[in-house]
């Protein structure tokens, strides 16, 4: 906020810089970007993820496998409307363009200055990428030197006087019970803004520009006044088809979880819930490789619930976001990919936590661990969130079930099986652990046998389509088997 009072006490007193800074907190509700927990400026944060998502896809993918997020680079933008970064002769121009017409100035510059350095950025490390982003707005330039010099405190504070006196001709006729002519002057006052610079302009001898802006203008304005020129039309459809499943499933990776989760998830519940009905939640850390979300490290998290009311719940986010933000000191590439929880089913108030999550996470995944599994499955279900619209026309939210599996990098591999050969049972002699083993890999052998011979029945009575790729694998399987009758023989 020095800044903006820096700024205002530039080119107008001090009285009148309070009552400026009064009308921009109230008029422009730039409060909400300095109250507790920062409401107004997370919603920003949001709708310019949602624009780079829109505008520019590829750059949307990069940043978010880096773990870049616009809480990193855009939180100076917003707050000081530009002020802080940009050089002075472009953030009074810019600030000529937010009286006129409001926030919407910050997410044009904000998603022209990543169009203009995208192929830098796609080539670019999680380092390299907030470097480069930081000294981005220093190297624009305003490209208005050919523009006559304008006098800024008569535009500004003029802007100012006549959005005041709007407001009291509004509130006088309001109280005098003459709505019919309030309801007139109020779009003038809230929205119809470029007549007023206009008329500034002139009445304080200042040339209007040109109606031709310079390229760099361009630049800032470049798809946003596009899609602003929409119809509604063209936007419900194009809100349609990306809330189809089918393109939704695209940015939906198959989920493979790494065994230090699982011990982590598995620890964490011995020490907090063993022996009660309580379950536990923390975050998951991971990124993408070869296509898929692997699932590399997690942390506990706080949580409590109230067993007689599922929706009554709390889990401190404050701590995860300190926890978060030491992780990343260590791996710079594991992000927040979702959350886990040891159920062992899902439960109520789960889409509720998930909605959190989506704060840190676009598309969060939550695994759902059976930390006393009583079969030989993987005791892991993972699922996404997708939108459903109800009856009643108001969309929801429901979980979708991902395919999960298990995997390990070279080095956790050598890892477990170092574990795994120092785990032992005293009070079990070495034969009977090894029966044991053999027992528990026939049962597991037995399983996929009947789901394989399951799948084939379906099959052959026509209620399943034949996968080729699974039949391929099934004759891998019987090729591979011993010939028992050569075997007789020789024996």
């Known amino acids: 906020m020095g800044f903006i009072c820096g700024v205002l006490l530039m080119y107008m ?67 000081t409307v530009c002020i802080y970064n940009f050089p002075f002769s472009t953030v009074v121009r810019v600030w000529d363009i937010f009286l006129a017409e409001g926030v919407k100035i910050i997410f044009r510059i904000a998603l022209a200055l990543l169009k203009l ?13 907030l470097q480069t982003l930081k000294q981005a707005p220093s190297a624009v330039e305003s490209d208005m030197s050919s523009w006559p010099m304008v006098d800024h405190f008569g535009i500004i504070s003029g ?38 610079v206009k008329m500034l302009c002139s009445s304080v001898d200042v040339p209007v520009p040109p109606v031709e802006p310079p390229a760099t203008l361009k630049s800032l304005a470049f798809d946003t006044v596009t899609a602003e ?47 009660t009905t309580k379950r536990v939640v923390g975050t998951l850390l991971g990124e993408v490789s070869d296509l898929s979300l692997h699932i590399t490290n997690c942390f506990a998290v706080p949580f409590e619930e109230d067993p007689r009311d599922p929706q009554v719940w ?43 999550y989506r704060r840190y996470c676009p598309e969060p995944v939550l695994v759902v661990m059976d930390v006393q599994p009583k079969d030989l499955e993987l005791p892991m279900e993972a699922y996404y969130s997708v939108q459903e619209q109800t009856s009643d026309e108001v969309f929801k939210r429901t979980f979708l079930h991902v395919s999960s599996t298990v995997g390990a990098f070279e080095a956790e591999e050598v890892g477990v099986e170092h574990l795994l050969r120092d785990i032992k049972n005293a009070s079990a002699s070495t034969l009977a652990v090894r029966v044991g083993d053999k027992i528990g890999a026939l049962k597991g052998l037995a399983m996929r046998l009947r789901e394989i011979s399951q799948y084939l029945s ?34």
């Open 13 to 79: 007193g001090e009285d009148d810089a309070f009552l400026m800074l009064i009308s921009l907190l109230e008029n422009y509700r730039m409060a909400g970007l300095f109250m507790p927990n920062l409401p107004l400026l997370n919603k920003y944060f949001f709708q310019l993820q949602r624009l780079l998502e829109m505008n520019l896809p590829r750059l949307h993918e990069h940043l978010t496998e880096q773990g870049v997020e616009p809480t990193m680079y855009a939180s100076q933008w917003f707050m």
């Open 117 to 129: 350095n995208q192929e830098a950025l796609l080539n670019q490390s999680f380092e390299q990428i």
């Open 159 to 196: 802007y100012f006087l006549v959005r005041v006196a709007l407001s009291n001709v509004t509130r006088h006729l309001k109280s005098e019970k003459r709505p019919d002519l309030a309801k007139d002057v109020s779009p003038i006052a809230a929205k119809d803004r470029r007549p007023i």
């Open 229 to 275: 020129k929409k119809d509604d039309k063209d936007k419900d459809d194009e809100k349609k088809e990306a809330d189809k499943p089918k393109d939704a499933k695209k940015d939906r990776r198959d989920v493979v979880v790494h065994p230090i989760v699982l011990l982590g998830v598995v620890d964490h519940y011995n020490r907090v819930a063993k022996g």
């Open 314 to 356: 709390f889990l401190d986010h404050n701590y995860h976001e300190s926890m978060f933000a030491m992780f990343k000191k260590v791996n710079t590439k594991e992000r927040i990919v979702g959350w886990y929880s040891t159920g062992p089913k899902i439960k109520p108030s789960d889409l509720s936590i998930h909605e959190l």
């Open 458 to 491: 379906q099959v052959v009575a026509g209620k399943l389509p034949m996968n080729q790729e699974i039949i391929y694998q099934l004759q891998e399987i019987f090729n591979l088997m011993p010939d028992q009758a050569t075997a007789a023989a020789w024996d």
